[in-house]
Structure formats: structure tokens, C-alpha cells
């Protein structure tokens, strides 16, 4: 599909490509079967730059947009969704909004390791009690005497890459006598002030590393406070509205791959004395499937083209993640359907990728959680205050 990119979009988006292709589809299917979290391939990327693609260069980055960092994480997820989500929650989650709610000194110290890939981000909001509803959290920051900084109290769940994170984006109450999100904060972190409590086994994406985290009486300094004491929950909501479009691209890798295998194999296999790609039953699946895979794609890109330009971004993201995860959903179906038995299998990698793409309807917001916001953008009815 001719998009229009950039000569420097085209450039990344090819590097990723190759990458992708030469050190992580002949792993992927050990990293899964293994439950392997490949540390050593996030320095490599790094080495590229593909750890801090729309990273500015001042701060250790490649200097590229936001659009040719989703097209970078459609690439990598295509071949493995958990990649995919590490460099997701590494680059949305954690470098980005330091980069965007820091402080110049916060910046400085924070970013260019995590933009080199030399340490990988988290960003820890959930909680046992706290998921869709994510003001309800109640990991506590207390004021330490004199302005001295804070402790802080908590536990939170499922935390994607915090167990090799060296760098925590985590979300605290700091004033208790609010309810809801007002009184919630953000702070930077690092990998000591945090203990993994649990390591946690899923359907899919087992090449990522899922932990639950606790925090216990860890004291932090003053400047780990990111951006201003109670706006926490908007930094919150503001980085999901661009990491949805990364998790969108992350779905419209894992539908790509389910495609390109279906289609490879429905013109190899031969039933009834004919390819079976031949049979129309089988060609209006894959016509489909591409069909929405480019539509995916093209909201995937109208998001992140409205991010890049600095427009609001929230619902056009949502719509993105929402049809995206759908079309992730559906294909890697379709794509079983098409292989038959042998999709049902270990010998083929469909099966894989209908369980890494369930999660894409889940995380960083759920499908009905995304028709809430894309709903509330729509129908205007609710006044929304700057970050
Ligand atoms: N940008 C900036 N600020 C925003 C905002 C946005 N997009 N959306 C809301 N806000 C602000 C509002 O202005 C409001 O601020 P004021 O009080 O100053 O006016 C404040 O945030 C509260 O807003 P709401 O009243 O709308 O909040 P709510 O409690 O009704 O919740 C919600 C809204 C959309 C349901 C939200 O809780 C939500 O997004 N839930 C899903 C949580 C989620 O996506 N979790 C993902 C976990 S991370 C993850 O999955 C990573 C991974 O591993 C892949």
C-alpha cells in the first residue's frame, strides 16, 4: 500500500523490517513456547535506534516522527507481538511522557538512557482494584518532613517490562482527602525502589515480561515528581491517548502476519486437485482480510499523523486501537480457518498469533473502555482541563 510516507519513514520502517525478518522471526516461536523475554535484543535495537525512534536526537533518540515509529512497531510486531509491546510501553508509556511532562532536568537525566535503549521504561498504573477504573487506584505517596520528597506505599498489576525496567512511570495518591482523580500524581522511579512480587503467566505475548509490582515505604526525592503534584491522572489519560496508537500498530502487525501466512499457504496446499487459494471461499476470506488490515492501518496512521502535528488525538486513537484490535481478532481467526488442522497446531505460527492478539482488546484500555472515550469525544458532553 502506497502511504505517502517520507523518504526518512520509508528508511526506518525498512531497517525495522530487516531487523525483524534476520533476529526475531527465526526466535519467536522459542521465545513463546519458552516464556524468553530476550533482554539483549532491546540493546540491539537500541543500537539502531529503534528504542527511541521519535525520540529527538538532543536527547539521545533517532529524531524521526511519531509516524514512523508506528509503522516501526507494526514491523517488529508483525514478527512477535511481545517485542512489539516492549518497545510500545518502553517508548509511549515511559519515554514519551518524561519527555513531554518533564522537567528540562527530569528530561536530562531520564530520557537518553531510555531513548538508547540502554534502560527500559514501564509505566505502572494498574492495580488489583483499579483497572478500567483507573481513579480508583490507591498506591499512596505521602509527603516526606521538609519538602524532602515522598514515600510510597503500593502494589500494582500487570505491569508490562517491570521486571527489567530501570525506569517507572508510576501513578500514586498523593492526597487522599480527594477521591477519584483528583489527588493522584505521577513520579519516575527506579528499578530499587520497587520489589516484583509475581511474575504472570498469560495466553499470549510470552515474550513480554508481566509482573506485579509492590512499592513499600520507598522514599524518593523531591524532583521525582513529574509534572505538577494532582495532575498525575491526566498525565496518565494523555499518555494512553498516544500509546493506543502504538498498541493499534502492534494489531495491525499481529493481523499482517496472520494474513501473510494464510496467504502463503493457501497457495502452496492443495485439496480436490487444485491450490486451494484457487476456491472463491477462500479468496473472499483473504480479500477481507486485507481489506481491513489497510483500514486498520490508514486510522492507525490518521492517528498518529494528527499526533505528530500536535492536534487532538484522543478519539481518533481510541477508533484506531478499537478497530484495529477487532480486525487483530478476527484475522488471526480467519487465519486458522484457512490452514485448518494444521492452524491448530504448533507446526504453524496462526495459533500464536490468535493468542497474542486478544490482549490488544484488553490492554491499555478495553474495547468498551475505547467506545467510552471515542463516545465522550464525540458527543461533547463533558468539559476536559489541559494536563
Ligand atoms: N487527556 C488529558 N486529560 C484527560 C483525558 C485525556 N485524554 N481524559 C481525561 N482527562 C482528565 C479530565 O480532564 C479530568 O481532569 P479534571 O478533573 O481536571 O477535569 C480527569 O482526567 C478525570 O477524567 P474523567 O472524569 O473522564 O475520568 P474517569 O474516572 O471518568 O475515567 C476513563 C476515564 C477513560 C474510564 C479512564 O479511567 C481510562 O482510560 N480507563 C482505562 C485505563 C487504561 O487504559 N489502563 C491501561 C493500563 S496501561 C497498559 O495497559 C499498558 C500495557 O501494559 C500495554
Not at 540493546?43 to 516501526?72: N, Q
Not at 509491546?85 to 536530562?108: I, K
Not at 499512596?140 to 500494582?156: F, M, N, Y
Not at 476456491?279 to 499526533?307: G, P, S, V, Y
Amino acid at each position: 500500500m502506497d502511504l505517502g510516507l517520507s523518504p526518512e519513514q520509508r528508511e526506518i520502517q525498512g531497517l525495522a523490517r530487516e531487523f525483524a525478518v534476520a533476529e526475531i522471526d527465526p526466535h519467536a516461536a522459542a521465545w513463546d513456547r519458552e516464556r524468553t523475554f530476550p533482554r539483549e535484543l532491546f540493546a540491539r535495537l537500541g543500537e539502531l535506534g529503534l528504542m527511541g525512534v521519535c525520540v529527538p536526537e538532543e536527547y539521545g533518540g533517532a529524531g524521526a516522527d511519531f509516524i514512523a515509529y508506528v509503522l516501526v512497531l507494526e514491523e517488529l510486531s508483525r514478527a512477535d507481538a511481545g517485542v512489539g509491546v516492549t518497545v510500545a510501553v518502553h517508548t509511549s508509556a515511559a519515554t514519551l511522557p518524561l519527555l513531554m511532562f518533564g522537567s528540562e532536568a527530569q528530561r536530562r537525566r531520564f530520557v537518553p538512557p531510555l531513548a538508547r535503549g540502554e534502560t527500559i521504561g514501564a509505566f505502572a498504573l494498574t492495580e488489583p482494584g483499579s483497572g478500567s477504573d483507573a481513579a480508583a487506584l490507591r498506591t499512596r505517596a505521602e509527603r516526606l518532613p521538609d519538602g524532602a520528597g515522598w514515600r510510597i506505599d503500593g502494589g500494582k498489576q500487570w505491569i508490562t517490562n517491570g521486571a527489567a525496567a530501570g525506569t517507572i512511570l508510576l501513578f500514586a495518591r498523593s492526597d487522599p482527602a480527594q477521591r477519584g482523580a483528583r489527588g493522584i500524581s505521577a513520579f519516575v522511579l527506579d528499578a530499587e525502589h520497587v520489589q516484583v512480587a509475581r511474575h504472570t503467566e498469560k495466553l499470549g505475548l510470552n515474550s513480554s515480561s508481566t509482573v506485579d509490582l509492590v512499592v513499600d515505604g520507598a522514599e524518593v526525592a523531591a524532583d521525582r515528581l513529574l509534572h505538577e503534584e494532582g495532575r498525575g491522572f491526566a498525565v496518565a489519560m494523555a499518555t494512553l491517548d498516544g500509546g493506543r496508537i502504538g498498541i493499534a500498530a502492534q494489531a495491525v502487525g499481529i493481523a499482517r502476519a496472520a494474513f501473510e501466512l494464510a496467504r502463503d499457504y493457501a497457495l502452496q496446499r492443495e485439496q480436490f486437485g487444485r491450490r486451494i487459494a484457487e476456491f472463491q471461499a477462500i479468496q473472499w476470506k483473504l480479500a477481507d482480510m486485507a481489506t481491513e488490515i489497510d483500514a486498520a492501518r490508514l486510522l492507525t496512521l490518521r492517528a498518529a499523523w494528527r499526533r505528530q502535528q500536535g492536534l487532538s488525538h484522543t478519539a481518533e486513537g481510541a477508533q484506531a486501537k478499537l478497530f484495529a484490535s477487532a480486525v487483530a481478532q478476527r484475522q488471526t481467526s480467519e487465519a486458522i480457518q484457512i490452514l485448518g488442522g494444521y492452524g491448530y497446531t504448533k507446526e504453524f505460527p496462526a495459533e500464536r498469533y490468535y493468542r497474542d492478539a486478544k490482549v490488544t482488546e484488553i490492554y491499555e484500555g478495553t474495547s468498551e473502555i475505547q467506545r467510552l472515550v471515542i463516545a465522550r469525544e464525540l458527543l461533547g458532553l463533558r468539559e476536559r482541563s489541559e494536563p
